[in-house]
């Protein structure tokens, strides 16, 4: 495996709205078998759009813990009608996931890990939502690439641009110098 030095100046970045957190996520397991949180102990519970799991507790957490503004999480989400720790804005719409009270947040989808959104088991407003997420996401916002991966009427394959969207899973070069110390 070949490691890519990351120090270059004329890197490109793959994803310039997204921040890199400065929290853990703690809240999505990529162990397909976790049926419980790791963190916690909670149950997973099942994005509404997408067999993606997630700790809706340690998201609740994490949201509560972001203090800036920046992007970290590239989601489509919905809120409940109804809360318990708060009475829900009529006029005020939240712009990103950080604006959102955790208990009240529900994820469709988050777009930065593994899934797929099979639509034939939603029910009628789930559908709308579902079709609108998919309508939004038929081309790249970096560059118009139509990138609709639709398979079947049911089935959709979340995708990303691959023209915009570098990933690689290999070995990088830290910018950190080589003699640093190890903690």
């Not at 990933?167 to 003699?179: D, F, R, V, Y």
């Amino acid at each position: 495996m070949e490691i890519v030095n990351t120090n270059d100046e004329n890197s490109f970045d793959p994803t310039p709205r997204l921040k890199s957190s400065p929290i853990q996520i703690k809240f999505i397991s990529f162990n397909v078998n976790d049926e419980n949180c790791v963190y916690c102990g909670e149950k997973y519970i099942k994005a509404l759009l997408s067999y993606q799991y997630y700790c809706q507790k340690c998201l609740s957490r994490y949201i509560n813990d972001i203090t800036e503004n920046d992007i970290y999480l590239d989601v489509h989400y919905t809120m409940d009608l109804e809360c318990s720790e708060h009475e829900i804005s009529r006029t005020k719409i939240p712009q990103s996931i950080q604006e959102c009270c955790g208990n009240c947040v529900r994820i469709l989808c988050f777009k930065q890990t593994n899934g797929y959104i099979i639509d034939f088991y939603l029910d009628e407003n789930d559908r709308t939502l579902n079709n609108k997420v998919i309508e939004s996401e038929q081309n790249c916002k970096l560059c118009g690439k139509s990138i609709y991966q639709g398979i079947y009427e049911w089935y959709t394959d979340a995708k990303l641009c691959s023209d915009c969207y570098l990933i690689s899973s290999g070995l990088i070069q830290a910018p950190l110098p080589q003699n640093a110390a190890h903690f």
